[in-house]
Nanobody, 125 residues
Framework: QVQLVESGGGLVQAGGSLRLSCAAS????????MAWFRQLPGKEREFVAA??????DYADSVKGRFTISRDNAKNTVYLQMNSLKPEDTAVYYCAVSSHYSGVYSIRSVRAYDYWGQGTQVTVPS
């Protein structure tokens, strides 16, 4: 069983930066994938970024502004968010696929079996 605890959300002005953290309890295999999704009320959860042993993947909307990284020793994944825009406002969720097999796209919520509780990011317009 894996538990995920997120932190780092908040309110930031447009153009500013935030760094989200997600600490995973329990051991993660080298084959695990870790990701960030975001969601607005009444909308589907949207892929933001993912990281696994083979590399990283980003949604087009955040490419060049957000950076996902992982500290395997701490079982923690980070999302550095720069040049934030009002449209980045959402609840951000950390997700883990404990043994990512590729059956589902790494951008799909179906690929992930553990989720954090979410952290709010607000960028006022």
């Amino acid at each position: 069983q894996v538990q995920l605890v997120e932190s780092g959300g908040g309110l930031v002005q447009a153009g500013g930066s935030l760094r989200l953290s997600c600490a995973a309890s329990g051991r993660l295999s080298s084959g695990a994938a870790m990701a960030w999704f975001r969601q607005l009320p009444g909308k589907e959860r949207e892929f933001v970024a993912a990281i696994r042993w083979s590399g990283t993947d980003y949604a087009d909307s955040v490419k060049g502004r957000f950076t996902i990284s992982r500290d395997n020793a701490k079982n923690t994944v980070y999302l550095q968010m720069n040049s934030l825009k009002p449209e980045d406002t959402a609840v951000y969720y950390c997700a883990v696929s404990s043994h990512y097999s590729g059956v589902y796209s790494i951008r799909s919520v179906r690929a992930y079996d553990y989720w954090g509780q979410g952290t709010q990011v607000t960028v006022p317009s």
